[in-house]
């Protein structure tokens, strides 16, 4: 057998290998944190590689995770060794599946990066919660704790199955196992045909369905035999435990890595157990080492099989000498007694006192915890907190850990400073901006320590909420023995800041340990950084006693031809500050990565890169730390003086990245939260600005329309307003001459804008004399800060138009105030303007109902979200239910509104001979079609509320309740493409065909954006996407056209850059539309490849080239006895690689495959050149009678 | 009639050559440029700006995006790009290479000093027969001198010529100060062969955008008159082969070409428009002028009115320019083709 390859591995690529070279069909759907499993099997697939029986598995997406399930149980039933990946929601719509598959006794292995289950919110982080309700599905649960573990336990798991025909779910901490990185030795081919004996599988298709000898599965079956067929299987798990410690066994053989069932680790003769599952079993086991290094008497045993759980395995596991246990589960399940393995091992414990697998006198206390849910980290400190609690003589019963629980009282007090790493192991810290390609880096470091020389090491990365500018902090450990610390680094040797401005926003030296190095930055010199600092940075540099480095990365960068691109520079400062490799060997190292990594890029790239290392160890200074602290200026607050009480208690915490120390109380029971909170966040991220030209400006609105955080507003207003303007607001004569002696004024928002440029790509006006320049112009942003934050401050306070006397066009929309506002979407998200608009247009009478994804992440992530409120108080009702049920969640809006509508006009009639007899008319009656409509109905309302208080009555009462829905209300039901063409497309076509009146907005990337680009069904012919490597091959599914069959469903097709007009009546014409609306927004993404600047231009080409026509199908036209469909685009005038090829998405292709892309190149063209005459047949007018027809 | 040709030491069927156009990047047109009966074929260019530059926009508009969010490492599969695209440049002279049996000239832009050159041997390696330079240069910068610009190509030209066993044939641009001498040079440098002259798409603007509008123009005949006046110059006096690129449409082109001492000529704009059986049609040309006038073999035509041949050399020099202008007479019915129809 070849020697085991060390690799540097996260587990989810570990689990993959095993899983892909084991498997010969595999069913995949994304889902964080399991993507990366999915994604590297695609890949492998479309590459080519084979699995150990020399066969390429096949790998294919669904369009969901039932579908998943479906796809496996077929493919299972069929005889082929199948497997799948998967976390949280997508494992629970695998349950119905995975309840058959087990009950038919199937050899079934998957792989879960286990993730909490969205419950008062949703959590992307990992926890219990998920496995754990897959515990009674028959599926055997097998724990990993580590990324090594993972690997292995694959293995033994795909083994155990097919040995023992109980399919099993192998899992592991999702991020914190899934995503850390950390040396492992991988398994060989030849190990993984050792352990898969080629008679189990003969003996699966022996078992298959197969009408060569037809047997019959899924018989439906009555209450004579169903109980007692129910109970025949009880053998294979009754045999289970013995089939996973021999395959346990056989690996450790081979390898010589030993694992067991239960496996005990601590003193002999502990008195304290922590009996625990997945990666926090390691820090308990590395906590209780330490403190019985110092005396104590702990332990810790882990839970590898959970189900079944072999009673007699466990129970002689546990030291006898126990006197106080604690069950730690990363799960809740509110109401039960105690979560599942709490409940579990008192039960163990009291059966086997009861058979006499142990003795009645071992009786210890058993308390039950939990930890470390959705993904807070889980440290030694907590663990000792554990021990600690159980040295008491009464601790608590039931008890939480890692958190302030000031309201139930149940978490244990953890002394923060406690900490049990050893010295030879370096720890080093890193703040970087997730376009700086800091990670990068620090993923590249722990690949040259871990694989290229004897130590270990591991890294662990943390990023922000946001899509643009996100905060990134690595986590990296690197010594001579094996490093398992499943919890972020607290006391770091070395703590580096990539970006200067952070040392305002974070505390970053909290990450530093006493007499440390801080390395910095910064484009100051030696001799003036210090005093640059805030006061509390020079005072911790002081403190601790901290050596202190700079280098001005961004000017060696520059010089050395590497542009924006500082990760190789900060990384050679880490190596030669850190002395985690001799000096010399580092620099080599480093270089030899760096060959590695851009080789083939060409030798320029390489050239460069070593350039800018040979320049970094000139450039980086070592500074001498004052022994006082002489900072003129202290970290400015958080959030401003005027926000919300709310927000400066608990938003600003979370803001500044210490929300871990929130208490339980801060927080409402719900889930619900305040909304407008984005606008207390000044992000400050973008280095330009756009700045207004009045003098070149036409006042057409587009730069407000395009922005896709509302960053750019305009208004008119009376020239008076401007009184106490400052002396640099700028207005001009309001052009419009329905408004004669009104000014105007653009404004950009400072602080809130990202830089992307969008504004600027779409200014139509040009200045006449250099026509570089546009009414509106990117300007450095820091020399005008001030300015212009005045001016927006200014801006802001200027009063708003009536809404009801603006026009519906593209310009006066964009007078009405958006009440979606400095989201985290990315800089130059192609999705956001639409969202905006839709608050524009109808904000303050509108019902969200959006699904999983970007929209709900830049919508909905914390700490601060974007829908807002206006002045009156009225804003978008958002809420995020699941990915798949989102046009369902909609319609049970729409439903619920429509019969408080309906029971608000019947109590009203009720109550006519109380109220004034005309307002109850109009009232009952009132037109709401346009703003003016609902500004008249809003003040009868206003005028019905007191007349109700006065009547006082039990009906007037409950019509009180229920009058503002009176006033009509606008659902409307949004999402990406991922969730409207695959896995909510049933809800979406059941909603449609309901015929309420519901909008259904799907805002179209063509890819699955959130998780990572992944195809889905909208995805076009040719574009290469993950689970599309070699290019999707089959055209965009038309969910336009599926919608038109229905007649009642108004349906638009609209892309804001190419045509904003029709986009904007789009939107209008859905609101008023009576019934069901879809409208498919093109939005251009980052996943698409291209600067998103040109992001309006790249939809301009989408329409003319005719990939993406435009069409509006209004069945009030068909009434009108005209055809409802009508064509908004031209015929294609430009062929469509003009398009495609400003795309990576598709360049990437035809540099992979050439003559792929060719092929799927000229099918796309017929493809579009097809579509677009048969939307032209579709749309032709209709014949009246009496026209001739040719 | 015998047609063929020696051109930087490989042996042609004749003189006509399909120039550097998009052409190759499809191997049944490849096939039928064989087919039609081409000589050699030149690959489109790899460009300096690709190798060096291609890295800058992925990682900016692809790579910026790695690593930044929790839900996704990145949003593309692992290709490289940049890596793909030069593979695939390469892949493709392999392809070209192995469709046809005529020889395959590589073709190669830049105007930098750097470490792109090194894909010269690439190149070579895929399997070109020879490597055209395309030393494509528009000066721009106010602080650099001709002589400092000529230095510069010369270096190039000597670093490409290191790299490679393969014959190097150099395309200049006709904004030389003093091509003749500077040709020597690259002559002396290692250069076996000029291609008189790179095209340059200028501009063009819009009045209505106000902006800068980029042109792809196809070439003319009249095109050739440049190309015909410098080779003429040259032929004979340097050490090279040479071959026209640029306004040869016709057997009459390919006729003058030879006529000034070009060993070949390059035709692109012909082939796009015309296809392959252009080819044809321009040998027939060729050879029923040559039996029309009697002349045996390519050898009697070619360089027959070069400067050092041609019985009224002043027509090349600078006295042609005063003989034209003083034939110059406005023409009483001309029209703006531009302006509108009444």
């Not at chain 1, 799960?331 to 599942?340: F, R, V």
């Not at chain 2, 399909?18 to 039928?32: F, Q």
């Amino acid at each position: 057998m070849k020697n085991p390859k060390i690799k540097m591995n996260d587990a989810n690529e570990a689990v993959a290998s095993v899983a892909y070279r084991a498997s010969e069909v595999i069913a995949i759907y994304p889902i964080t944190p399991s993507s990366g499993m999915a994604e590297i099997c695609d890949e492998w697939a479309a590459a080519g590689r084979e699995n150990i029986w020399s066969d390429v598995p096949e790998v294919f997406q669904l369009q969901s995770e039932g579908g998943v399930a479906g796809a496996l149980h077929g493919s299972l039933q069929t005889g082929a060794l199948s497997t799948t990946f998967t976390a949280s929601q997508g494992l629970l719509l695998m349950i119905p599946n995975m309840y058959k598959i087990a009950g038919e006794l199937t050899p079934f292995c998957m792989h879960v990066s286990a993730r909490a289950l969205a419950t008062h919110a949703l959590s992307i982080f990992g926890d219990h919660s998920d496995v754990m309700a897959c515990r009674q599905t028959g599926f055997a649960l097998l724990a990993s704790n580590t990324v090594q573990e993972a690997q292995d336990l694959a293995l033994i798991a795909h083994a155990a199955t097919l040995k023992s025909r109980v399919p099993f779910l192998h899992f592991f901490d999702g991020f914190r196992t899934s995503h850390e990185i950390n040396k492992i030795e991988t398994l060989p081919d030849e190990l993984i045909e050792a352990m898969i004996e080629p008679g189990d599988i003969a003996r699966v298709r022996a078992n298959s369905l197969t009408p060569d000898r037809p047997t019959i599965r899924g018989t439906a079956q009555n209450p004579d035999v169903f109980f007692q067929a129910r109970e025949a299987a009880n053998p294979f798990y009754d045999g289970l435990a013995d089939v996973v410690e021999a395959a346990m066994a056989k690996f450790g053989e081979l390898t010589g890595r030993r694992y067991s069932l239960y496996e005990y680790e601590g003193s002999e003769d502990a008195e304290q157990l922590v009996v625990i599952m997945g990666s926090g079993a390691e820090t308990v086991a590395e906590t209780a080492a330490y403190l019985n290094a110092q005396g104590r008497k702990t332990g810790v045993l882990k839970i590898r099989l959970f189900r079944p759980i072999d009673l007699k395995r466990l129970v002689a596991a546990l030291p006898k000498t126990v006197r106080k246990i604690a069950v730690l589960d990363r799960c809740k399940e509110p109401g039960a007694l105690g979560e599942p393995l709490f409940l579990d091992i008192v039960t163990s414990i009291e059966e086997a006192r009861q058979t006499g697998l142990l003795p009645d006198s071992f009786c210890p206390t058993v308390i039950g915890g939990r930890y470390g849910l959705g993904s807070k980290d889980f440290t030694p400190a907590m663990a000792k907190a554990i021990y600690d609690a159980l040295l008491e003589p009464k601790p608590k019963r039931r008890f939480t850990v890692g958190i302030t629980d000031d309201v139930t009282g149940l978490s244990l007090p953890v002394d923060e400073h406690f900490d049990i790493e050893v010295k030879s192991v370096i720890r080093a810290v890193f703040y970087g901006l997730g376009s700086d390609g800091t990670v990068g880096a620090n993923k590249n470091s722990v690949k040259i320590i871990g694989e290229e020389t004897t130590n270990f090491a591991q890294g662990y990365f943390v990023y922000d909420s946001k899509k643009s500018g996100a905060v990134t902090i690595s986590h990296l450990r690197f010594g001579p023995d094996p490093i398992r610390a499943p919890y972020l680094i607290k006391n770091a040797s070395f703590v580096a800041c990539h970006q200067a401005q952070f040392l305002e926003q974070y505390d970053v030296l909290e990450y530093a340990a006493e007499g440390g190095v801080f390395l910095l930055n910064s484009i100051y010199s030696p001799e003036r950084v210090w005093s640059q600092l805030p006061k509390e940075v020079q005072s911790t540099l002081i403190e601790k006693k901290l050596r202190f480095f700079i280098i001005d990365a961004y000017t060696v960068a520059r010089e050395a031809g590497m542009g924006g691109r500082i990760n190789t520079i900060m990384q050679t400062c880490f190596f030669a500050i850190s002395g985690v490799l001799p000096k010399d060997e580092a620099i080599a190292k480093i270089k030899e990565a760096i060959e590695k990594t851009y080789g083939k890029k060409g030798p320029e790239i390489v050239q460069k890169n070593f350039e800018a290392v040979d320049q970094t160890l000139a450039a980086l200074k070592e500074v001498v730390v004052p022994a006082t602290v002489s900072a003129g200026f202290s970290m400015p607050p958080v959030v401003s003086a005027q926000a919300p009480d709310y927000v400066q208690r608990v938003t600003a915490v979370m803001l500044q990245n210490k929300g871990d120390h929130l208490p339980v109380s801060a927080f409402r029971p719900d889930g619900v939260w305040d909304v407008g909170t984005s606008k207390w966040e000044k992000r400050n991220i973008a280095q330009e600005i756009p700045i207004w030209d009045p003098s070149v400006c036409i006042q057409c609105n587009k730069c407000v329309q395009a922005c896709p955080h509302a960053a750019i507003r305009s208004n008119f207003y009376s020239p008076e307003s401007l009184d106490g303007a400052p002396d640099c607001f700028r207005s001009v004569d309001f052009r419009v001459k329905d408004y004669p002696d009104k000014r105007f004024t653009i404004q950009v928002a400072p602080e809130d804008c990202t830089g992307c440029s969008l504004c600027v790509a779409v200014c139509p006006a040009k200045n006449k004399s250099n026509p570089r320049e546009k009414a509106i112009n990117m300007r450095m942003q820091a020399p005008i800060l001030d300015a212009e934050r005045a001016n927006y401050d200014f801006f802001l306070q200027l009063p708003q138009p009536d809404r009801a006397t603006l026009k519906d066009d593209v310009k006066f929309t964009q007078f009405k105030e958006p009440l979606f506002e400095y989201s985290g979407a990315c800089a130059g998200c192609g999705e956001t303007p639409y969202l905006k608009m839709l608050t524009q247009i109808c904000g303050d009478r509108l019902f969200m109902a959006n699904a999983t994804g970007c929209s709900s992440i830049y919508g909905g992530n914390l700490p601060t979200t974007p829908y807002t409120c206006n002045s009156d108080g009225r804003g978008p009702a958002w809420a995020n239910s699941l990915f798949e049920d989102n046009a369902e969640f909609g319609l049970g809006m729409r439903v619920a509104v429509d019969q408080q509508n309906a029971i608000a006009k019947r109590m009203l009639a009720g109550l006519r001979a109380e109220l004034d007899d005309a307002l109850v008319e109009a009232l009952l009656n009132a037109d709401q079609t346009d703003e003016a409509g609902i500004a008249a109905q809003r003040e009868r309302v206003a005028r019905l509320k007191p007349a109700l208080e006065k009547i006082g009555s039990p009906p007037a009462k409950r019509l009180l309740d229920v009058a503002d829905y009176l006033v009509d209300k606008s659902v409307w039901i949004i999402g990406g493409d991922g969730w409207a063409y695959d896995i909510g497309f049933g809800g979406v076509d059941h909603v449609l065909a309901s015929g309420r009146n519901v909008n259904i907005l799907v805002l179209d990337t063509e890819v699955y954006s959130n998780t990572g680009g992944q195809a889905s069904k909208s995805t076009p012919i040719g574009a290469i996407a993950k689970f599309a490597a070699s290019g999707k091959p089959v055209g965009k599914k038309d969910l336009g056209l599926i919608a038109m069959n229905y007649g009642n469903v108004y349906v638009a097709r609209v892309a804001m850059g190419a045509k904003d007009t029709q986009t904007v009546n789009a939107f209008y014409e859905a609101m008023r539309h009576p019934g069901p609306s879809l409208i498919i927004a093109y939005s251009h993404c980052i996943a698409h490849g291209y600067n998103l600047a040109a992001g309006m231009e790249q939809q301009r080409l989408a329409v003319s080239t005719g990939t993406w026509p435009l069409y509006r199908y209004d069945p009030a036209r068909h009434a009108e006895g005209e055809n409802p469909l009508r064509l908004d685009s031209r015929k294609p005038k430009e062929p469509l690689y003009t398009y495609t090829d400003n795309e990576a998405r598709f360049r990437m292709l035809k540099m992979k495959d050439a003559a792929r892309a060719k092929e799927l190149g000229q099918l796309a063209q017929q493809f579009v050149d097809e579509r677009f005459a048969l939307y032209e047949r579709l749309a032709a007018p209709y014949v009246k009678d009496g026209e001739a027809s040719n | 009639m015998d047609l063929s040709t020696k051109y930087l030491g490989l042996e042609l069927k004749n003189p006509l050559i399909a120039g550097a156009s998009p052409l190759p990047d499809d191997l049944d047109k490849v096939r039928g440029l064989e087919d039609g009966g081409i000589a050699a074929i030149t690959m489109y260019s790899l460009f300096e700006e690709q190798i060096t530059q291609n890295l800058v926009g992925s990682e900016a508009h692809i790579g910026a995006y790695e690593n930044s969010f929790s839900e996704a490492a990145s949003y593309f599969p692992e290709v490289d790009l940049l890596e793909r695209g030069l593979e695939a440049y390469l892949e493709q002279v392999a392809l070209v290479k192995a469709a046809i049996s005529i020889p395959l000239i590589g073709s190669l832009n830049g105007t930098h000093d750097g470490e792109w050159v090194n894909y010269a041997r690439l190149i070579e390696e895929a399997g070109a027969d020879a490597l055209e330079l395309n030393l494509y240069f528009l000066a721009t910068d106010i602080e650099m001198s001709a002589a400092e610009i000529e230095d510069r190509c010369v270096r190039i030209v000597e670093a490409v010529k290191k790299r490679i066993t393969i014959p190097l044939a150099v395309k200049l641009s006709p904004f030389f100060t003093a091509l003749p001498h500077f040709a020597k040079r690259l002559c002396g440098a290692g250069a076996d062969g000029l291609v008189l002259f790179n095209r340059f798409y200028q501009p063009d603007i819009d009045t209505d955008e106000i902006e800068i509008k980029a042109t792809l123009d196809l070439s003319h005949s009249t095109e050739l008159r440049l190309r015909l006046r410098w080779i003429a110059l040259l032929s004979g006096r340097i050490e090279t082969d040479l071959s026209v690129s640029g306004g040869v449409h016709n057997g009459h082109d390919l006729v003058k070409s030879l006529m000034v001492g070009a060993q070949t000529a390059q035709m692109v704009s012909g082939l796009l428009h015309n296809g392959s059986p252009k080819i044809q049609q321009t040998l027939d040309e060729l050879v029923h002028w040559m039996e029309e006038k009697e002349y045996a073999s390519l050898e009697e035509l070619r360089g027959c009115l070069n400067f050092l041949h041609c019985p009224d050399p002043e027509a090349l020099e600078r006295a042609n320019y005063m003989r034209v202008l003083k034939s110059f007479r406005p023409v009483a019915s001309f029209k703006n083709p531009g302006a509108p129809r009444q």
